[in-house]
Nanobody, 121 residues
Framework: QVQLVESGGGLVQPGGSLRLSCAAS????????MAWYRQAPGKQRELVAL???????NYADSVKGRFTISRDNAKNTVYLQMNSLKPEDTAVYYC???????????????WGQGTQVTVSS
């Protein structure tokens, strides 16, 4: 089993910045993709950004040029730097990863508990 713990959410004014962190712990052989999703009230959960174990990234069109995803493989941690925040970025942000607990095991998918990001003046 892998546990994901997010931190760094909060209240920020429009145009401001926040940095989210997500640390993975538990029985980890290796972590493949790591990603951030978000879910606003009344909306479906959506992919914000994804990063592969090799460092390739993918972003939702709505955050391109404003958000940056990165990871520290030695620390099993993924980050999301969010700049130029807009009220429409308000949501609960969830960390997600695909990981293996041992070399012969399956790839399983894991979610964090979520962290609230509110962009408001």
């Amino acid at each position: 089993q892998v546990q994901l713990v997010e931190s760094g959410g909060g209240l920020v004014q429009p145009g401001g910045s926040l940095r989210l962190s997500c640390a993975a712990s538990g029985n980890i052989f290796n972590i493949l993709t790591m990603a951030w999703y978000r879910q606003a009230p009344g909306k479906q959960r959506e992919l914000v950004a994804l990063i592969t174990s090799g460092g390739s990234t993918n972003y939702a069109d709505s955050v391109k040029g404003r958000f940056t995803i990165s990871r520290d493989n030695a620390k099993n941690t993924v980050y999301l730097q969010m700049n130029s925040l807009k009220p429409e970025d308000t949501a609960v942000y969830y960390c997600n990863c695909n990981a293996k607990s041992h070399i012969l095991g399956p790839v399983d998918n894991y979610w964090g508990q979520g962290t609230q990001v509110t962009v408001s003046s």
